[in-house]
């Protein structure tokens, strides 16, 4: 590929990872959109419930977010030569979340006691679903975060491996969290670990987009 077409196709790339990382980080407007959501100790995801004054805004903001991740999984696939942990990861986050976006929560289940004890049957099911959803996103999250660590130590980019290594933690934190409050524990603050990981998304999603796309191009011209 010409010098030229290959500095256009990264500045595509790069433009939809911008794009991408912008929808998906739509859960800062809950700072100024009043809602029933506890930034502490809700996760971000309920900010689209059925139940809440903004929750169309926030599905819509997630549907755009997941169909960019998609998209740009998608452009990623051709970059990467060797590993495709990132743009695989990439489609699967972003597909859950456009599923998000359509099966949504019907209300806030984390604040209050007996909010999930209150729900009927259907809005139970309703839960699972999104709960399922989530976890697929979460496992997506990790491979982006596991492609982007593997391609950092290829590449000997210590400040990539640092980058990948605090999202990861992160999401595990997200994991432990979630999991104890699910089993009747104590809420262990895990919104805030969540706004954490996913502020820390943003960056990934856009760093990534960089990383594969010099890698991609590093191997394309030597074998050019």
Not at 14 to 33: H, M
Not at 125 to 149: C, F, I, P, Q
Not at 192 to 215: D, K
């Amino acid at each position: 590929m010409p010098v030229s077409r290959l500095t256009t196709a990264r500045v595509a790339v790069f433009a939809v990872a911008v794009a991408a990382a912008v929808a998906y980080s739509s859960w800062v407007l809950e700072w100024f959109l009043p809602g029933g959501v506890d930034p502490l100790r809700s996760y971000a995801s309920q900010l689209a419930a059925v139940a809440e004054p903004h929750g169309t805004l926030f599905a819509r903001a997630d549907t755009v977010s997941g169909t960019l991740l998609v998209v740009l999984g998608a452009l990623l696939w051709s970059w990467s030569r060797r590993g495709r942990l990132v743009p695989a990861g990439l489609v699967l986050w972003g597909g859950a979340t456009v599923a998000g976006s359509f099966f949504r929560m019907p209300m806030v289940t984390t604040v209050g006691p007996g909010a999930s004890a209150a729900l009927t049957e259907a809005e139970k099911s309703a839960v699972l679903v999104h709960s399922l959803r989530s976890s697929t996103a979460a496992v997506g999250m990790a491979l982006v975060g596991a492609g982007l660590w593997l391609i950092a130590r290829g590449r000997s980019l210590r400040a990539g491996r640092i980058l990948a290594g605090v999202f990861l933690a992160l999401l595990a934190m997200v994991a432990v969290t979630s999991g104890l409050h699910e089993v009747g524990g104590p809420n262990l603050w895990l919104g805030l670990w969540q706004r954490l990981s996913l502020a820390v998304a943003a960056v990934v999603i856009v760093t990534v987009a960089v990383a594969v796309t010099s890698a991609g191009s590093t191997a394309r011209r030597e074998a050019s």
